[in-house]
């Protein structure tokens, strides 16, 4: 008790000196901490910024400067200006990878938010982790990516030191729908389909594990390739084997083609899936068919949460063409944790960043480890996985074309 | 939206407090500089007496990884999740762990789960339920339970065990869900306790439905 009510002291007292510090030296005209120097250093940022899930890396990039935006107008590291640069993966492992590559080589990348799909997240930890640079994803769901491959039988092994996130896994998120749609909704029978991905495998694989272990019936399951448009022969076997509904993990390029198909087929119940159907796009592509359909995402509703109220204010009065849709804030929550991290490493060095852009690099990563901050999403920090310690996920029911929140639960794994 | 930005809109004074016109600190820099030096001393001593307050008389903060941020926030300043001006979301205000289960009456296959609540506003919890076909469940107390913070609760919720055979015994991530209730309205949140509550619980069911109570006259 003592030690918090220090800490508190400290806290308050550094808060203060750090507005005192602020407004003193503005005579002096110098940006750059004690010595004067101002240096700008460059986020790097992945995202399918093109392709079938650019209306999520399109919220993701907006987000994010958003937050440097923000970092650069109140100077929040004295001396550093920050700027992002955003690089196209279109979704794919391999131009991430390329792209992961490319940050590391520029000397002025301190660190890079992204990506979007766990794929390309996994693809791209080997390089960051290299380089010594911090990568934190604000959308990768997919367990091993911090808890290492053996993490369904508890073993769980933190495969790079580099490597955080602001999203929660999708260890809970098929389970959860699983309690919800068996115990609540009361529907027994399900049609498993996944899209062959780390993610949607994964995700479908958590879900039917819970759903058989309540009682429930696995009536068919399938694959789709999420490249096709067409999944007419899928949806006529699922008709068929008459489930009270359909799971899909994937993502909402091919999710939603395939729920309206299914329901045309004839499938009576909803189709349900994860974070990566949690999108307006879902609903624009399945129309009517939408109505009734689940999925289950990271984090809270954002009306929930005062501080994403003002994150939607600020994002609005910025202008941006494409709304932030279901990653932004976690967006602007990795975005800004990379420039904690630098602040932090600012403060340890007096106020000066090291020369080295390596050694930068391995203390920021380092400082990433111990940043908290009440983030757009709740309270932003890390475990000793990288995962983000706000555990929360929501399941969202599509009604009168628009994703609705209609359960929330906070989870301790 | 379209392109046209909205510049004309306030924007918000946390995210993006620097405005066109001048600001703060604009506006400190025009002030003489005496002035400047005993406002900055006023503040250095309401910090001081801010900070010994801290020391010796505020109330415990809840029990939340949170509670003390060591990097300076940037949508809310630091503290101001401790003690937020208005009532948050119940859903972002409680803080609810597993603490154990106690097995009770064998014959009538009871037990109790005991809660720990904390909450960084004030709610009441005024209802717990898991929506198991073959469970009841409870809160013990006649009433809801208030919680304040720094006041801490433990709360305890009946269980009884209606139907053995529509128990599902090796669910991974069993969940309450509990009723949180304040200005804001009510708001139900699943609490998803993790392995020790699954371990728990099955370790219950196992127990309660075993070979050694099944013949019990209120066998369902």
């Known amino acids: 008790m003592r030690h918090r009510s220090l800490l508190i002291l400290t806290t308050a007292v550094a808060a203060g000196s750090l507005t005192l510090t602020a407004c003193g030296s503005r005579g002096d005209n110098s940006g750059g901490g004690s010595s004067g120097d101002t240096k700008t250093l460059t986020i790097g940022l992945d995202a399918p910024l093109t392709g079938d899930l650019s209306a999520l890396g399109q919220g993701i990039k907006n987000s994010a400067d958003l937050a440097v935006k923000t970092a650069n107008k109140k100077k929040t590291v004295e001396g550093v200006t920050f700027k992002l640069e955003a690089l196209d993966d279109a979704g794919q492992p391999a131009s991430g990878q390329t792209n992961a590559t490319k940050f590391v080589a520029d000397q002025k990348v301190v660190g890079a938010v992204g990506p979007l799909n766990s794929n390309v997240g996994q693809s791209m930890q080997k390089v960051f982790d290299k380089a010594g640079m911090v990568e934190v994803s604000p959308a990768n769901t997919a367990p091993e990516l911090t808890q290492g491959t053996a993490w369904r039988s508890g073993k769980k092994e933190r495969p790079f030191k580099t490597y955080f996130r602001t999203s929660t896994t999708d260890a809970i998120q098929g389970p959860y729908a699983a309690q919800y749609m068996y115990n609540e909704k009361k529907l027994k029978k399900v049609y498993v389909i996944d899209d062959k991905k780390t993610y949607g495998k994964g995700l479908a694989a958590t879900f039917r594990d819970e759903f058989e272990k309540l009682g429930g019936k696995v009536v068919g399951t399938d694959h789709v390739d999420p490249k096709e448009k067409d999944f007419n022969a899928v949806a006529n076997k699922v008709a068929k084997a008459k489930p009270d509904f359909v799971y899909y993990g994937g993502e909402y390029p091919a999710g939603a083609p395939l729920a309206d198909q299914a329901k045309k087929a004839g499938l009576k119940g909803p189709v349900v899936g994860g974070d990566a159907l949690f999108s307006a796009e879902y609903v624009k592509l399945a129309k009517k068919n939408s109505e009734g359909d689940i999925a289950s995402s990271v984090g809270a509703p954002l009306e929930s949460l005062d501080s994403a109220k003002t994150f939607m204010k600020a994002y609005k009065a910025a202008g941006y063409k494409l709304p932030y849709e279901a990653y932004g804030g976690y967006a602007y929550d990795a975005t800004w944790a990379i420039i904690q991290a630098v602040k932090a490493v600012a403060e340890k060095n007096d106020g000066k960043l090291p020369g080295d852009m390596n050694e930068t690099r391995e203390q920021v990563a380092e400082a990433m480890q111990d940043v908290k901050f009440d983030g757009v999403s709740g309270a932003v920090g890390f475990d000793e996985y990288g995962d983000t310690t706000n555990k929360q996920l929501s399941l969202y029911e599509v009604k009168d074309g628009k994703h609705t929140p209609v359960k929330t639960g906070t989870f301790k794994d | ?220």
């Open chain 2, 1 to 220: 939206m379209g392109a046209a930005r909205h510049r004309d809109e306030a924007e918000p004074d946390v995210l993006a407090s620097g405005r066109e016109g001048p600001g703060v600190r604009e506006r400190w820099d025009a002030l003489p500089a005496l002035l400047r030096r005993g406002v900055l001393g006023s503040a250095a001593l309401a910090l001081l007496a801010a900070g010994g307050y801290a020391v010796a008389g505020q109330p415990g903060p809840p029990a939340t990884p949170h509670a003390a941020p060591s990097a300076s926030s940037e949508p809310q300043d630091t503290g101001a999740s401790l003690h937020p001006p208005h009532p948050q979301h119940p859903a972002q205000a409680a803080r609810i762990t597993f603490r154990g289960i106690e097995l009770g009456d064998r014959r009538r296959r009871t037990f109790t789960i005991g809660l720990h609540a904390a909450a960084t506003s004030p709610l009441r919890l005024t209802r717990v339920r898991q929506n198991y076909e073959g469970l009841r469940v409870g809160l013990a107390s006649p009433g809801p339970v208030s919680v304040r913070p720094g006041g801490a609760k433990h709360v305890e919720v009946t269980a009884k065990i209606t139907s053995c055979d529509r128990l599902p015994l090796r669910a991974r991530s069993p969940f309450l869900d509990v009723t949180l209730s304040n200005e804001m309205g009510p708001f139900e949140l699943s609490v998803i306790p993790g392995e020790r509550y699954t371990r728990a619980l099955t370790h219950a069911f196992r127990t309660l439905c075993g070979p050694s109570v099944a013949d019990s006259p209120e066998n369902p």
